[in-house]
């Protein structure tokens, strides 16, 4: 079992900055490669950002890419987002998640790959 916990959200203007954090407990991190997914209220959760296990590999949704970066820190089995340049459509409870995909492989965007996941974090970003 992997537990999850986001934090950092909260509500930000348009053109802010925001960063989340996820704190991992139980198996060995670095076991695994993260993701953050969103889900905005009537949609739903799609991908946003992925990691691999030693961090060296990362993956982007076309929505966010050179506004978002992510990254990790198995020391402290920590996965982080870094959201710059806010915008209203941003706006969704952001996600966590662990994937103990093998090594080698793609890092995936389809949630039901992803085996465990935290309770969300809410991001609002006003215009």
């Known amino acids: 079992q992997v537990q999850l916990v986001e934090s950092g959200g909260g509500l930000v203007q348009a053109g802010g900055s925001l960063g989340l954090s996820c704190a991992a407990s139980?198996?060995?991190?670095?076991?695994?490669?993260m993701g953050w997914f969103r889900q905005a209220p009537g949609k739903e959760r799609e991908f946003v950002a992925a990691i691999s296990r030693s961090g060296s590999s990362t993956r982007y949704a076309d929505s966010v890419k050179g506004r978002f970066t992510i990254s990790r820190d198995n020391a402290k089995n920590t996965v982080y987002l870094q959201m710059n340049s806010l915008k209203p459509e941003d706006t969704a409870v952001y996600y966590c998640?662990?994937?103990?995909?093998?090594?080698?492989?793609?890092?995936?965007?389809?949630?039901?790959?992803?085996?465990?996941w935290g309770r969300g974090t809410q991001v609002t970003v006003s215009s």
């Open positions: 139980g198996r060995t991190f670095s076991n695994y490669a």
């Open positions: 998640a662990a994937d103990q995909i093998p090594l080698g492989r793609v890092l995936r965007t389809t949630p039901v790959t992803y085996g465990y």
